[in-house]
């Protein structure tokens, strides 16, 4: 499928705890400054990151745009991007591009909402609203993880689909869930959701979920499907 390729190649390291409970990363055997992320400061082992520089100085800033569970000797390592904004700009890419077909068929032109007090939807075309979920992994322990967010994202979709708006305009709800680590963590999730689950798919909502997979280099569209039919069977 699709691969969007970054303009410069992410930087990787080693995302750790310094001195005052700091977040750092070394580069070239030095610490530097690293903008915190979600994930960051929560477990007492380092983990391998990858960054983007967004200051050329001498005390260069730097963005972590993902991060692995993998040991850091690893060579090849499975990446999360902890950024849901930047993942959400590159499905729009994927939609753009028209890799989404199955999903949205003859949906014309599709595009970002930049204003979303109305709508509160991230993309919108003729005939369909979608709503962009990336669940980021909350830390529980050193080496293991909660997924968050899903739980809300549901609610926050019936209310959506109750809206005057929606109601006005009568289009196809699709609530696309972004996994990136295997699709494992999405039965976790709609184990505390049913209650809600069962609310949104008798009002029409639409529940999809689209494998990524972040590298140094790009992002991947590896995969997406429906799972509006089975999500309540398991």
């Known amino acids: ?12 390291t080693v995302l750790k705890i310094g001195t005052g409970q700091q977040t750092i990363i070394i580069i070239d055997g030095e ?3 690293v903008r915190c992320p979600v994930f960051a400061g929560t477990g007492a082992r380092a983990f391998p990151c990858l960054v983007e520089k967004v200051r050329e100085t001498e005390n260069a800033v730097y963005d972590v745009v993902a991060f692995s569970f993998d040991d850091v000797d690893k060579k090849e390592k499975d990446w999360i991007c902890i950024q ?16 989404m077909e199955d999903m949205v068929k003859d949906y014309g032109n599709i595009s970002r909402v930049t204003d979303t007090k109305d709508s ?8 369909v609203c979608m709503e962009i979920k990336v669940p980021i992994p909350v830390a ?6 909660t997924w968050n967010s899903f739980h809300q994202a549901v609610k926050q979709m019936i209310g959506y689909r109750n809206s005057s708006y929606c109601k006005e305009k009568g289009k196809r709800i699709i609530l696309l869930t972004i996994c990136q680590h295997g699709t494992r963590q999405i039965q976790s999730m709609i184990d505390g959701s049913i209650e809600e689950l069962e609310k949104a798919t008798k009002a029409g909502i639409e529940f999809w979920i689209a494998e990524t997979k972040t590298g140094p280099d790009g992002v991947e569209l590896l995969s ?9 069977n398991g």
């Open 31 to 33: 610490e530097r400054k």
């Open 84 to 99: 849901p904004v930047f993942l959400e700009q590159v499905i729009g890419v994927f939609l753009e591009k028209h890799q």
């Open 1 to 12: 499928m699709e691969k969007y390729k970054f303009d410069r190649k992410l930087q990787e």
């Open 120 to 127: 509160g939807f991230d993309f919108e075309s003729e005939n």
């Open 224 to 232: 997406y499907c429906d799972i509006t039919c089975n999500i309540l």
């Open 140 to 145: 529980v322990g050193t080496d293991s993880c």
